[in-house]
């Protein structure tokens, strides 16, 4: 094969590499559903400075948008579906969102902590 | 939700009024065109938002975010057309710039007004909601109204001034912040990763004019360093090409 070719073949691949490094790397799961209105659990608590996936299953009848200023997401999440989205890494700190088409009952909070060491077992 | 409908007419409304101040004044055609194209873009808008569920399901679930990160792609590339363009001397061959705005305008009518239908689709279904959502559709839409006016006498007195290179810089200017700020769609669905904060000026602007800057010109408050980058790319790269294209097509013309 030509020189250039190959060059052109080998950026791809770099590139691809790079680009689904995301993809293949293990990210740590958080569920929330969301029923008559309200987000179960309202408030969860995610480790600092990682990228975590929050899973949204929508139970109501109607669509929610998940929406959040601070996380800088909003994504619509249809009737009975559910709906996956990706935040961080974040710094240490509340971050609130909402259910755009229903403010005033869907509400939650997303703390981001440091992860605390486990103690190791004695026994 | 008065105040949600008021933020969803400066976020996915306003973008689309400056859109088409800017292409107005910028192209000085018919009212025919700017009826065309939003005729075109609110049915593929319906066409968009008949399909979303079909859309939302295709590549694992993040159609919606490429479909949407594609759109602001076609609008950015577009703009760049109408800058090539204006390189272009020649008086004929000019309807295809027609052509180009009015794409433009239909796209940013699917990207943005599907959020709209959404929007307002969920609100219809709450009979309680519907007068707070009226208010702060009269309220928005009294927004994006009065600030088209003013940047419609903005452009066309920059345009007097300045000529039409003004003008499509202001275009310009407007898509790279747009396809800038489509870029936390792709970290949401995890196609890109997030990246530290280049800066944090959220202290300095307001937050009535953050809104309002990061329509104009995509500002971000606290721009990842993602972000900066593409915007310094996006914006420089083809002035630079415009520019050389130009020094290029003089020195040829006083060759001969």
Redesign the interface.
Known sequence: MNKPVNKVIGSIVLFLGL?C???LAA?AEYHIQLKDHLFFPSQITIPANQ?V?LVINNQDN????FDSFSL??D??I?AN??????V??LKPGEYKFFG????NTARGIVIVEHQKQKAADVN | MLINTVILFLRDALPIFVLVVYLYVHLTATNLWLLLCAGVGALLSLIYINQIHLISQLFDGNGIELSLWICQVFVYLLALVLGYGLNRNRSSNKNYLYWTAGLMVSLTLVSKGSNFVLYFDGYFSQSNAIQSMLLGTFLGLGICLSLAILLYLTAQWLKQQLGPWSTWLLVHIYVTGQLVNALPLLVQVDFLDSSATAWSSQYFVSIEFDRLFNVLFGYQAAPSIAQVIVYALALLTPLLIFYWLKLHSASHSGIK
Do not use: D, H, M, W
């Open positions: 680009f490094q995301s993809l990210v990228k996936k109607t669509p929610e948008e800088n997401r994504k619509v249809f579906n559910k709906a996956i989205i990706f961080g890494p755009e088409y229903n403010p």
